[in-house]
């Protein structure tokens, strides 16, 4: 996986809780600023889940994966 890919999702993510509390983001709006497909995203955001960096705060098939800062 690129390191550039992740510290772009994570920036987007930091960027998006901006002192507030830690607010979902989806996962179409973390592809788009990163410029990703949703796909790759979803590949990203599983690997720094498994790192314990973010956290799925939703399930379920058809369901839009909503991610959040640990």
């Known amino acids: 996986m690129s ?12 960027s998006q809780a901006n002192g507030r ?4 983001v989806r996962t179409r709006s973390i ?11 979803r590949a990203y955001l599983v690997t720094l889940e498994d790192a314990g960096v973010v956290e799925k705060m939703n ?11 640990v």
């Open 3 to 14: 390191n550039d890919a992740c510290d772009k999702i994570l920036s987007f993510k930091q």
């Open 31 to 41: 592809a788009d600023a990163a410029g990703l497909t949703i796909y790759q995203a």
């Open 21 to 24: 509390i830690n607010i979902p």
């Open 59 to 69: 399930a379920g098939k058809g369901v839009s994966g909503r991610w959040r800062l």
